[in-house]
């Protein structure tokens, strides 16, 4: 199993300002994503970190609005840019050691909320 | 797309009692995996059970299985001697069988294991 560090687990900020969310991994990982799950909602994947190239955003996200960098195998961050109230969530990272089809282990989350 | 549907917002169960919590899903695909991951309040992802489609036989890990009908793209977890530590979200998740690592999850399932 891997174990994920994600930093900060919470916070509050104000409108148009931008957040960094850290992720960080106690081996190297093959992939790395960044999740989003809305008030009361389901996840949602918003991007995969790619290490040494640019991610690979889902459909309805862009990177001006959640830049992300994977410097390395073990970490990455995603960052919440020009945030609005609509951007309050919980944002997790997921990794995936090795195998294709092994399971994704997830991190504990950060909750944000946008005044 | 794949769609993962789960019917039912919220379930109750009494200690030690056995509790189904149902999930469907809509694929063009044969070959996929299906997950069963657990969200209690510390907002922790915790994979559950983990079903290969491909193979027929029921998935099981201690008090967790999984009841797999293929044709009728069902899968509903069965947790019997519930706990009070067993109480959380519960969330479906399909990926396909391919090089594509993403996860599209259900709505999920409040489960309250009441003492």
């Known amino acids: 199993s891997a174990v994920i560090s994600q930093k900060p687990s919470r916070d509050i900020c104000q409108r148009g300002t931008s957040l960094t969310i850290q992720c960080q991994v106690d081996?190297?990982?093959?992939?790395m994503f960044w999740y989003r799950q809305q008030p009361g909602q389901s996840l949602t994947l918003i991007a995969t970190?790619?290490?040494?190239?640019?991610?690979?955003?889902e459909s309805g996200f862009v990177i001006d609005k959640f830049p992300i960098s994977r410097p390395n195998l073990t970490f990455s961050t995603l960052t919440v840019s020009n945030m609005s109230p609509e951007d309050s969530s919980i944002y997790l990272c997921?990794?995936?050691?090795?195998?294709?089809?092994?399971?994704?282990?997830f991190g504990s989350g950060t909750q944000l909320s946008v005044l | 797309a794949q769609t993962v549907t789960q019917s039912q917002p919220e379930m109750s169960v009494q200690e030690a009692e056995t509790v189904t919590l149902s999930c469907t899903y809509d694929t063009s695909e044969n070959n996929y995996y299906l997950f069963w991951y657990k969200q209690p309040p510390s907002r922790q992802m915790i994979l559950v059970i983990r079903?290969?489609?491909?193979?027929?036989q029921n998935a099981t890990e201690n008090r967790f299985s999984v009841n797999f009908q293929k044709a009728a793209k069902s899968f509903s977890l069965k947790i019997s001697d519930s706990q009070l530590g067993d109480t959380a979200m519960y969330f479906c998740a399909f990926k396909s069988g391919g090089s594509n690592y993403k996860l599209t999850f259900g709505k999920g399932t409040l489960l309250t294991v009441n003492p």
């Open positions: 997921s990794v995936s050691p090795g195998q294709l089809n092994e399971k994704l282990f």
């Open positions: 079903q290969e489609a491909y193979k027929q």
């Open positions: 970190a790619n290490q040494g190239s640019e991610a690979t955003y």
């Open positions: 081996s190297q990982v093959t992939m």
